[in-house]
């Protein structure tokens, strides 16, 4: 460990709190780092050292800063671009932060469809007058209430700021976490631009590998939902028809979902290379299957393909038609 | 009439921000309050499509620290769909998982949010009043401990689950991982630090806040009162049931008013939208919509674990049975509407969740290798579970092959949105008086609705743990005058 602190920060953008939790199950393990690091802002989870007093701190002052989740509301970009003026090095941390996460499959609707959902559609909703809420509304002619807007649209965070790093997964396994961590601490950090990861992938790290069992590779001859069959614990779930992104994602989670039995979906991020991970994904998935009829086999492909990256990909986002 | 306007603003997050915003009388005292909440993800919209069997793993995103409540509400709602029972292995091993994240969810929760308060004092420097404030308190060794036992409960959850965070094993009618005898035994071994850390936890909430009288008078006194129906889940014994069981709604006098099943809450619960707020507003259907009051006349109702105990006649396991008698001798009375009841209750049931892990991991048949079941032509379907944030409920109607086209959820947070705006009324009522505006209205404000242990991360997707508040003070002529800000 360093013997000087790392000056570290940490941001909650547009994020479920899921990998501020990761950071929690480091657990006992973080007692023993924490005299490592000096944790200059975690908001809006751990420290209680406010947004102003970010703002307040000298440029280049932070060493380190983590941004999890994505960008929906202009306070998430605001913060996002005071992380970049006073940290060194900015992390997306997470699949939001990196491609803007499972919360970007709002970017297939609009923000009319969404509203239409939630407070009319939806069985148990209670809407005598027919109402949406309303950003600004004076109630009883005599409470002046207000509501803030927000962004029509999901955005990961590189697409306000400059991000020095990248971390997958959705969200990063404690371990890897602290992985990147020590990586950190020790700096011994890619070059930047890169995904802080093991550059494997799923496959590469998944036990089911067909290389592993010296199983002969053949294409794949029916496209299986994971409701159906019952799939050998030790074969390739992509050889029994799975659809399982594993050979596009990065593979830090040590092949997680596939252990249990479930196709990977993605979360990890894609592998060292890619630009695109849906495109990667599908172009990969339809190179192994044995004719093009299987294709209309795949319930929802866009979810499936893009279900942790559309807001970073080539396609963004429905666009209202004039 | 011209009204003084203060905005409380916890800090903007996902989509949007939840606010107070709070109105002065002429006389400077409070007129009105309102908790006002800004999210609309569009989860109920963009799972339309999907096969619901990638639910599951979907919507747990809708909150990283309710990491395992929309995933197993929603793989319920699975079995719903294809009319299918868990085989008998695959439901104790949901049980099993399910229990674990109770242990660590309340223990997340206890620690970060709860304890503080009263460790570090209700009026302590909020730069103190955090986790890191805690372990200082209680130092380093014990803080460890606690962290270490808690991570029993995450270890079973990615042993389970496949990922600690936002799991993958459900499927619809079973479960995809069967578990081996080794992983049986680790189970049982980790389920007695669990217990121990119920106990420990148990013991910190008498040692600090039982002993104390100011905490007493602050648990048991009536600033910290909303007077609400309540629901919670039962199992055939009448006992808490988190995973599995019946809800139950009692009015404010703890009598029953009715019980429901599955597809059966839409004739007791509406959610009424509301102009000033992307939150609807839930009440009980039967006592029709009567606005944000509390009383023996209210239709709103509040869920949770201190309403679990409220509803319930006791707990399923000895401990946590032993230690729910003591909670409500302290109090006298049965309904406990004390919000500060929340953090005793989450105690009591970390208790009882790793109690019933122990329970479940005694049981050989854990190891049968039936975990999935033949599934028919797919419908409709609703799982509702006990989150340890209270009562949620997935619904999902799909196509005959198991393509959702419709799906509405109501979580936990927004059961509570109505209680929780009378809370906060109540605290600012309380210490805004003749245009005064105490310092310690933050705080206090904050210690209303932080034992609900507000899932905006769920309701409105920001995250619960500390929210900063900003209290923005206008004169009558609309100036800002003052601004108090704890972010």
């Known amino acids: ?322 | 009439m011209a009204l003084t306007k203060i905005e409380i603003n916890p800090m903007t997050r996902l989509e949007g921000h939840g606010k107070i915003s709070i109105f002065l009388d002429e006389k400077g005292n409070v007129d009105n309050a309102f908790f006002q909440v800004v999210e609309l993800r569009g989860y109920e919209r963009f799972v339309q499509g999907m096969p619901i069997e990638e639910v599951p793993r979907t919507v747990s995103t809708i909150c990283g620290v309710c990491r395992a409540v929309h995933f197993t509400a929603s793989m319920k709602a699975s079995d719903g769909v294809y009319n299918v029972e868990p085989t008998p292995t695959a439901r104790k091993i949901r049980e099993l998982f399910f229990n674990a994240h109770y242990v660590e969810d309340h223990a997340a929760i206890l620690y970060a949010l709860g304890f503080p308060d009263f460790v570090v004092g209700p009026t302590a420097n909020p730069a103190e009043r955090n986790l890191i404030g805690l372990v200082n308190a209680v130092g380093a060794e014990t803080g460890k401990l606690v962290l270490k036992k808690r991570y029993a409960a995450v270890k079973i959850l990615e042993m389970l689950g496949g990922k600690p965070i936002h799991p993958v094993a459900a499927l619809p009618g079973g479960w995809s991982k069967r578990v081996t005898q080794e992983e049986r035994k680790e189970i049982m071994a980790l389920a007695e630090e669990m217990v121990e850390l119920g106990q420990l936890t148990l013991k910190i909430f008498e040692d600090v806040v039982l002993k104390n009288p100011e905490y007493v008078k602050l648990v048991t006194g009536d600033v910290y009162k909303v007077v609400t129906n309540y629901l919670g889940s039962v199992d055939e014994n009448d006992k808490v049931a988190f995973y599995d069981g019946t809800q139950k709604f009692v009015d404010t006098n703890g009598k029953e008013i009715a019980r429901f099943k599955g597809k059966e809450y839409l004739n007791y619960i509406s959610e009424r939208v509301l102009p000033w707020s992307y939150l609807k507003m839930p009440y009980l259907k039967q006592k029709g919509w009567k606005g944000v009051v509390d009383g023996p006349d209210t239709s709103l109702y509040s869920v949770g674990p201190l309403p679990r105990l409220n509803v319930a006649s006791g707990m399923p396991t000895p401990l946590a049975q032993q230690a729910y008698e003591k909670m409500f001798d302290v109090f006298g009375h049965k309904p406990v509407h004390n919000i500060m009841g929340y953090h005793w209750a989450r105690a009591i049931e970390l208790l009882c969740a790793a109690e019933n892990i122990r329970e479940i991991a005694k049981d050989e048949s854990l190891c049968n290798p039936d975990v999935r079941s033949k599934l028919g032509p797919a419908s409709e379907g609703v799982g509702i579970v006990e989150a340890p944030r209270g009562t949620l409920i997935h619904h999902y109607i799909t196509d005959e092959k198991g393509i959702v086209e419709k799906a509405n959820l109501i979580v936990a947070t927004t059961h509570n949105k109505g209680p929780i705006n009378i809370a906060v009324k109540r605290a600012a009522q309380n210490f805004i008086k003749n245009g005064v505006v105490n310092e310690g209205l933050l705080n206090m404000v904050e210690l209303a609705y932080r034992p609900y242990d507000l899932c905006l991360a769920c309701a409105t997707h920001a995250l619960p743990g500390h929210d900063p508040l900003q209290i923005d003070i206008y004169d009558c002529d609309g100036k800002l005058y003052k601004t108090l800000k704890n972010f």
């Open chain 1, 1 to 322: 460990m360093a013997d000087k602190k790392l000056r570290l920060a940490v941001l909650m953008a547009g994020a479920c709190g899921g990998c501020d939790m990761a950071i929690v199950d480091i657990s006992e393990t973080l007692v023993d780092v924490l005299p490592s690091l000096e944790v200059v802002f975690w908001a809006p989870t751990v420290a209680d050292v406010k947004y102003k007093d970010l703002e307040a701190m000298p440029d280049k002052s932070v060493d380190v800063g983590l941004i999890s989740g994505m960008i929906r509301l202009d306070e998430h970009e605001h913060m996002s671009k005071v992380m970049r003026a006073k940290c060194n090095v900015v992390v997306a941390y997470g699949a939001c932060a990196a491609m803007g996460g499972i919360p970007g499959m709002a970017n297939m609707h609009t923000k009319e469809d969404i509203f239409q959902t939630a407070y009319f559609d939806t069985f148990s909703t209670d809407n005598p007058d027919g109402i949406t809420p309303q950003p600004h509304y004076l109630m009883d002619g005599k409470y002046d209430l207000t509501l803030p807007e927000f962004y029509p649209y999901v955005r990961p965070i590189q697409s306000v700021i400059d991000v020095d790093y990248f971390i997958g997964g959705c969200p990063p396994h404690h371990s890897v976490v602290l992985n990147a961590l020590v990586a950190i601490l020790k700096g011994e950090l890619p070059p930047k631009g890169s995904w802080i990861t093991n550059g494997k992938a799923v496959c590469d790290v998944c036990p089911r590998n067909p290389r592993n069992t010296d199983e002969k590779r053949e294409l794949v001859k029916e496209v299986r939902r994971t409701i159906e069959g019952d799939p050998d614990e030790n074969k390739c779930l992509l050889q029994q028809g799975y659809m399982c992104l594993g050979p596009i994602t990065q593979g830090d989670c040590g092949a997680l979902c596939t252990k249990v039995n479930i196709p990977c979906a993605g979360c990890g991020g894609p592998i060292p290379g890619v630009k695109d991970f849906g495109l990667r994904a599908i172009s990969a998935i339809a190179s192994i299957l044995d004719n093009e009829e299987l294709v209309e086999q795949i319930p929802s492909p866009v979810k499936l393909f893009y279900r942790y990256s559309l807001p970073s990909s080539m396609l963004g986002k429905k666009v209202k038609k004039a």
